[in-house]
């Protein structure tokens, strides 16, 4: 919206400030000037951002009345100039208007002005407007966007010869027809409020006028209109059309009860002014007391000077008295000249001092409650007039119940090289079957974004995949990526929302002597995840069972804490590299990380360290493909020999050829080390031990190497 | 002499050497004392470096030419080592006889120069093994980057943390009542409309408050925290939220937000302004200044924007403030009675005490958006990149 400084002026005689200086003084009132251009008629114009609260300000003489409160200086009221009464040239009963819909439409004021000449406009109008970029279209349109600019009352103009009969405002008939002022047709329902003749509908009440009641180049006779309707009725009729307009903006946010009368005026004047003509008979104002009294008549409310302190507490100007009595910078004088000069009536109440009965100014309908008074004294004394005060604390600061588990879990991916992301929250309706728990169910979204962000995301997996994908396509080579965030699963009816935790690999993996280059990626990636559960509390194993189908077969794996499933991973499946269009193999890991939140992470406990040397035994056997580590570690865990402290692979073998080593078998070699705490070990009880090694290897089926 | 076999060795990796060559140097040591004689010690000579049955020619064949190309370097050391031990023993008892001989003055010129020359070859070794280019890059140790929203959302929380708050969580996915109707939305509130809010679908059969959306604030914790303690209390409330926003530079349908509230008896506007210039000092240094803007929001009032003088020109005006020397960075007010009130009607709902009495209790709230300030921050012009994952933007962040 764009406001003249030298509009504002004249309702202003006596302001004191130069235009950069109002605009800043306007800006910290909260009726922001965001930019200032100069105009060819003098003075600047203020390009404003005035919140939607705040209707009754989108107008000239709306700013001028902020500014008189800034500045404690004289508004011209408008009832005594261009809102003045005009005078009839000729007298007559006055036009004939009836509210049928009471409940929707408050006052109604019309006035007849004949022998118009519809030409351009010119004058004061025309100059406005050029400085405004508002279009001219013709002198009595422009009169009625003139009184909008100037007040912010709409007003309508009709073709008085184009009306049979008086003016009803009545619901419209269901199915009614009507043609806009945009031209478009439309069919009215029984909700929509219409301003209608005897016989047919004319304009949309509020929102839009009339095709065929328009004023044309060939008017002769005018009526002029401006009304007060019911926020709500304008607010449903201007979306069931879909039709946003200026008059609509205002009166869905409620219009200024006693406005219409002045506003008929002014746009009458601006008639005679612009396309001559006289008014002919008294200004018809038919008034709904009972919406009158809702609104411009409505209760006066209560404000406590107190209460005021007590909500905005101190200001740069409080004063100490000599008896250590706080006085406030807010002082009754000051909270009284604000609010008068708001248009709000203060009355004291003789029964305590520092409250007031106040009568809330008819164009202000965002103010209902004391609170509301009370923004308007902060408001307009200025925010930055306020002392920064701290309040006094004596509670304890308290730790969300996961913080340290989620810590445990950023610190630990971030120091093993995984970078973290935040992918998109919405999934498409494919990702969510393909990543998705069937029986945990999904989401979808009510009006998505496109159709690719359908789905709440049940799984975190296939953002990692996609943000892989993201990477690789840019010739990233080596991608290390965990996201921590929330997954959802249930149903439209009922979301659940867990923690969720992706880790995602893609490039350079180095083989080892245990892994070969080809499993390198998923071994380093289960090493990040054996990494990150043994942060936590419980005994981790891992196995291959029940993976989901985005993992390639064969390839993953599942980790389980305390024997539950809490993570699963490996390559991903053909299907899902295809569909992100991959050559290049990508690990995925996805973690329940709820499960981990709610587990105590591990305490760390501190062992004695031994004086006696540690002795290593290697064991190099060859096994049959189906005995995995993990039964080996068991095995030999099981043994019971206390001074075993350890025994771990450290080379595989397998011959492609099957030569050196049969196919079906690999050979391996393990190294256990034993140390006791309390004396040098003997070579008999080495040896002792040693056997028993190789015995429970053989056990497993297990030959050993010469 | 006895005879000797020379073990096959059961590995190569470092541990298995050295614990198989000092197995040798011991022995070396072991049979030096036949160095004594002049016979003992062509025995000792012969034993260890025959050119045909030496220990060391056996040693050699067996270990060293037998192992793989990689691990020949490992061997091989290990093996000149042995062989300069057992060249020493032989030396020095050769030069014993001679010594003895020699007058007090004598040896300690032979000493004198024995010290010398052993230091220029301690010189010769320090030269050789001297790293010819210390400006060569490390050796690669990657480790992971903090994500700039992330990182961004817990230095704010942290400062709030050390005022005071405690931190609040809250779900995404909210429903109307938390989301709108208890902040004292009215029903008609554009924000309610689809346009700016995502919906999740299906919801057109439930009561209006119950209808499920994803959060577009953080606000919503304010209530669910009231609803679950009493005052006083004071909260920071990082989240993520959603809107119904195309992306592009500035906008995205995902962002970040980082929520406060103070509720206690006596809670003032004076109050809130000095927390948040406090706040705002301690996370961008404390030359900033804080200026504050009536604004409006359906569950503060009064309601206020917050601006800063600008970080990056010190309020002289720059290109990043529009030449204005201000950044506009938050949104706060004073609690609206009307949302206490809704907490109080909620409660009761809920079969509970209603706690919150407008007469007594006041407070403020405050929030920022994290994207922005991350983006300010770091200087990042896209807000897309936050949510790309793409490695070649986090890793700027490591």
Redesign the interface.
Known sequence: MNILSSWLRAYLPELPVSDEQLAENL????I?VEGIFPTACGGARFEMDI????VDAMNHYGVAREAAAIYSVQLAPLSDGMGAPVDAAREDAGFPVRIEARDLCGRFTARVVRGVTVRPATGLISEYFSALGQKPISGPVDATNFGWLAMGQPTHVFDLDTLEGGLVVRRAHAGEPLRLLDGTERTLTADDLVIADENKALSLAGVMGGWDSRVTETTKNILVEAAWFNP?TV?SSSRRHGLHTDASHRFERGADFNAAPVGNHLVTRMVLEQAGGEAVGPLVDVVVPELAAKTAGRERIILRSREIQ??????LEDSVLEDGQRVSGLNETVIEQVLTALGCELEPMTAVAGEYAVRLPSWRLDLE?E??L??EV??VYG??R??????A?A??????PH?EQERAI?ET??????????????VSAEEAAAFGDAKAGA???????SEE?GM?RPSLAS??A???A??LH?D?A??????L??V?TGS??E?C?HAGLALGAAGSAAASALHSKDDALVFEVKGALESLLARFSGTLSFDAKSLPAWIAPGRGGRALLDGAPVAVFGELSADEMQRRKLRQTCAVAEVLAQALLTRPLRQPTSRELSRFQAV?R?FSFVFPDTVRWQAIETMVGRLGISELRSARP?EIFRDPKGKAIAAGSYSL?VRVVFQSGERTLSEEELTLWSARVIEALRGLGGSQRA | MTEYIIPKLPGYDSSTLDAEFQKLAAQVEEESVMLATDDGREAFRLHWLGRKQGRLKLISDAWLKTAPNDKKGAVGQRFNELKVQIEARIGVSKLRPIVDRLSQVEKEHFKTQAIEIHREKQTELVEARRIRDITLPGVAQRIGAEHPLIRTMAEIVTVFERMGYSVGLGPEVESDFYNFEALNFPPNHPARDTQDTLVVAGQDAKPGRDRLLMRTHTSPVQIRSMLDQAPPLRLVIPGKVHRNDAADATHSPVFHQVEGLCVDTNITFSDLKGTLDHAMKAFFGSSVKTRFFPSFFPFTEPSADVQISCIFCGGNGCRKCKHSGWIELLGCGMVDPAVFEAVNKRSIELGREPVYDTRRISGFAFGMGVDRIAMMKYGISDIGLLYSGDMRFLEQFA
Do not use: C
């Open positions: 800006t910290l009132r909260g922001a919140t939607t609260n705040r709500g607010r007590r909500i905005l507490g101190t200001t409650r609170i509301d009370i923004e902060a408001r925010y930055n306020f002392a920064d005060t701290l309040p604390w509670g304890a600061v308290l730790k969300q913080a950023r991916l971030l120091a093993l090289g995984y970078s973290e992301a935040i992918s998109s929250t919405f989401a979808a979204i009510g009006n998505p974004l962000a709440l953002g990692m996609t943000m892989l993201h990477n840019r990233v080596t991608v290390r990526l965990f996201e965030g929330t959802f439209t009816a979301v929302e290593e290697d450290v070699l």
